[in-house]
């Protein structure tokens, strides 16, 4: 069994989603989602900045800031 050290519970989801910056907007797939962050799929994670906003498809917008990158999988913070 993993210790889960997080202070929020994560949900598991697979919400499309955009990754938007610069005015520039790529699509992304949310894969887990908490109060405080995020894992994402992004085509290509070497395009993602430090700070960026997620627009999920529901319409609500998050301020991001990445955290880690594993290949395609990025981890962010949602900041206020």
Not at 6 to 12: A, E, K, N, T
Not at 19 to 39: D, K, P, Y
Request: proline content about 4%.
């Amino acid at each position: 069994m993993v210790d889960e050290k997080r202070r929020y519970p994560r949900s598991d989801v697979e919400e499309p989603a955009h990754v938007s910056f610069s005015g520039t907007s790529l699509t992304c797939l949310v894969r887990n989602i908490s109060a405080e962050g995020a894992a994402i799929d992004v085509d290509n994670a070497a395009y993602i900045p430090e700070r960026f906003r997620l627009v999920m498809s529901v319409g609500e917008v998050r301020n991001c800031r990445l955290i880690w990158i594993k290949q395609n999988r990025i981890g962010v913070t949602f900041e206020t």
